[in-house]
Every structure is written in C-alpha cells, then in structure tokens.
C-alpha cells in the first residue's frame, strides 16, 4: 500500500482504475471532473456525478453509493487509456449538501482508494477537514505521457458548486418565477438541485416514474424539504381488512412513496416492512425490482428479484380470509405468507425504532400505510415516547379505513421528548392527486428536521 501525504504523488501503474471513497459520519457525494490543458472543462458533459454516471466516451463511470447507517462507501472506474488526449487532469471530489449544516468536521476515518483490475490497492489517502463542506481530495494528471495521482486535499466552504464554478461550470440556482422572459441558456450551466437531478435521470432512462418524480420535486421544494438526507422506511398493513387492496392498490402506493424515496433518501432506496399479526422487512425496494414487487411478496417471495414479468397470485375462494384460517394457525397464512391476519402495529414499530436508532447524522422517515382498526394504544404510545429520543419521525397514513385510535389523538399524547408524529387519512387512495398526497407525507417533517438540530439530536 502506497499512502500519500497531502500534496505527495506517485506514477499510476495500471490502465484501468477503481476509486473507492470510504468513511463514517456525514452523507457525501463522489465526483469527478475532467479538464483541459486550460483547467477547465470542455462542456458539462465532462463532470461525473450520481446524476450524470458516464463520461462522454466512457473513461470515467460513476458506479454507485452504499450507505450502511452513518458508513459511507462511493465507488467510480476510470479508464485512462480511454481519456481524451485533450484532457490534462480529473479531479476526485467529496461534497456535502450545501443545504445541510454538515462539514467535514463530520466525516471521519476517510479513506480514497485506487485499485486495479484484480482489486489490488495500487495507492490511498486519507484526507481530512474541518469547516469545510467540499473537498477536492485527489487528482489524476498526466506528465510526459504518463499518469500519476496526487493527494490535494483542497477543501471549500460552497459545496460542489464552489468546485465547479472554478473549472468553468456554471451552477444554476433557483430564482423566483418572473414574467419577462426567460434568459437564453447558458454554456455549461447544470443544476444541482437534488429534485431536478433525479428528473434528469429519470427522463434518460425512460423511466414510467417521471410524472411522479415532477410532481414530488414541486412538493419537496415548497416545503423546503429539497436538499434533507434521510433513511426512508415504509411499513404496509397486510392485515386482513386489506385484502382488497393486495395487490393493485399497494403497488401503486409503493410506486408513489418509493419516488419520493429517490429523492430523500441517503441511497436511495426504499427500505420495507410489511405487518399483520406478524411482521418481517423485505428487499429495499430500488427501480430494479419495483415492477411488481407487491405481488412477490404475496407469492412468499422477499421482493428482491421482483420484475416486469411479476404476476400477482391467484386469489383463494372462501371469503375475506380466503378459509386459511380453518384447520391451523393463523400465523401459516397471511395475504403475505406467514404474517397472519390481525393487526399488530407495536411489535414492527419497536423493530424499526431498535433498527433505526443511534444515527446523530442521518434522521429517519418512517411511512407508516395502515387501513385503521387501532386497538393497542397504549403500546403504540410507548414506542412512540420511547424514539421521540431518536432521530425518527413517524408520518402515518390513513388508507381507506377507520378506528385509527390514537393516530388521530397525537397532539394530546404526553411524555414525548419531541413532537415526532403526523397522521393522515384518505378514503381512496386513487383520488388524491400525486403532488397532494406528496406534501401531506412531507408537511411536518422539516418541522421536526429543525426541532431535532435545535435540540442537539441531530449534527
């Protein structure tokens, strides 16, 4: 292993290059920008990011972000070979959300990476920072024909933004909407507005998500929630009184919510929790497997490998419960397979609270979709009084039901650390509008965001 001090370099000995970027603490986003013999880049094209993953030519690719509670793992390859011959340099960058009030004060154990085909480290370091919000911590660069890497360690207070404005990127901010006309584009101006990006990616991909995703950017940006890093977690009802609305209806809520998730989410993905009597947390749901993902589940399967091709099962004759309970225990049926048919909120809360706990960095979203028949209150309360010491908010939904006990008694619920609790209800799903139903999910969880930070809870 070859760690470089900052400012130190060393020859590149192979072509073809992974750079892994991994630590603890803050959210970060790994990029990478090409320049010219100038120090600047040719087009927008040449900065590679989460929303724009290839190079023009493909020598650099963006591959992906893992998040693991606070720990943090970015991944890009480069092809040196296959760089242009005008360009001279790609810097390496980490950056925080501007919008955040995380530096690099946060990020802890950093360690940059370069790897060759067969995984071997070829060179590493290890930058750190203070007051910072982005960092250039590397760069590739030619001399005489051949590459090296330096350790920069350049850090700015602007986020991304401040780096790309000085390689001749021109950051589009949002201004208020005006009458005149809008001004003429402008050469090498790209927005980095969360919202506005997954919009981007979804349009390039043909994604059936876009009328969604717009409809979500406008609600996250009235609510000023563009730009919050969570962990999205979604619980379904599987209970008996939801029979009718497996598959059809549940997909289309998962659809909706796991949009907003893309946007939210620290990577994202949709985490899953489905409940009845029993409960159990399936494959996080991603664009991969969301075709059809309900309908896995209803075949007992975990959702992971859910697809265009998913069918929902074959209903069962014998009323609403389908006969499953005659001749066993309720446990061994379930409209998703071995979770039953009653009603048992505490015992998923508690998991997920147990879960989800402990993180000062990231907060937690929990959407909680339930048909009401609330009978167990007093245990709800609990687990409710319990995490509003955690940086977890609890928005429930109302889905076409009724009996919500305490869900629609929150503002008389005593003993909380913190207001860490919404509920709302709809009589059908498949009337409220997508932006609607957006804002209803995200109207008072910014509220919480800035009680949270003001108490401490959240760095």
């Known amino acids: 292993m070859n760690q470089l001090q900052k400012g130190a370099n060393a020859p590149v000995p192979t072509e073809k290059l992974t750079i892994k970027a991994v630590h603890d603490g803050a959210n970060t986003d790994l990029s990478a920008i090409m320049l010219n013999a100038a120090g600047k880049v040719r087009s927008e094209a040449d900065f590679v990011f989460y929303a724009q993953t290839r190079s023009p030519e493909g020598s650099v690719n963006y591959v992906e972000k ?149 409809a979500a950017a406008v609600s996250l940006k009235k609510h000023k929630v563009d730009g919050i890093v969570a962990r999205v977690v979604m619980v379904l009802d599987a209970s008996g009184s939801t029979s009718r609305m497996w598959p059809d209806m549940m997909q289309g809520v998962t659809d909706r919510l796991a949009t907003l998730a893309l946007n939210l989410d620290d990577n994202g993905e949709l985490e899953f929790w489905v409940y009845a009597s029993s409960f159990k947390k399936f494959a996080t749901v991603s664009l991969g497997n969301l075709d059809g993902y309900v309908a896995s589940l209803m075949r007992g399967e975990d959702g992971s490998s859910a ?27 379930g409209i998703v397979p071995g979770l039953g048919w009653e009603n048992n909120e505490p015992p998923v809360m508690q998991a997920i609270m147990d879960e989800c706990k402990g993180s000062k960095t990231i907060p937690t979203l929990v959407i909680f979709v339930t048909d009401g028949g609330i009978d167990k209150d007093r245990a709800i309360e609990k687990v409710l009084i319990d995490a509003s010491r955690h940086n977890i908010f609890w928005q429930f939904v109302g889905l076409g039901g009724s009996s919500y006990g305490v869900l629609e008694r929150f503002d008389e619920l005593t003993g909380r650390h913190v207001d860490n609790a919404g509920f709302f209800a709809i009589d059908d799903y498949r009337d409220i509008k997508d932006e609607e139903l957006y804002s209803r999910i995200i109207r008072e969880f910014p509220k919480w965001v800035d009680t949270v930070r003001a108490k401490g809870m959240l760095v």
């Open 66 to 214: 893992k998040a693991t509670g606070s720990r943090y793992e970015h991944s890009m390859t480069v092809d040196l070979k296959a760089v242009p011959a005008d360009i001279e340099r790609i810097e390496l960058t980490l950056t925080i959300d501007p919008d955040t009030p995380a530096t690099f004060a946060q990020v802890k154990n950093c360690m940059v990476s370069l790897l060759d085909a067969s995984g071997k480290e070829v060179s590493c370091f290890a930058p750190e920072g203070t007051v910072e919000n982005a960092f250039i911590v590397g760069e590739l660069y030619r001399r005489n024909g051949v590459w090296k890497v330096r350790h920069v360690a350049q850090g700015f207070t602007g986020g991304l933004g401040a780096i790309a404005t000085q390689f001749g990127i021109e950051i589009a901010e949002e201004e208020p909407q005006k009458k005149e006309a809008a001004p003429a584009p402008v050469k090498n101006k790209i927005s980095l507005s969360k919202a506005d990006q997954v919009t981007a990616d979804l349009e390039r991909k043909g994604s059936r998500l876009v009328s969604l995703q717009k």
């Open 307 to 333: 697809g265009r091709s998913a069918k929902a099962p074959e209903k069962k004759s014998g009323g609403l419960f389908g006969g499953l309970f005659s001749g066993g225990s309720s446990l061994a049926a």
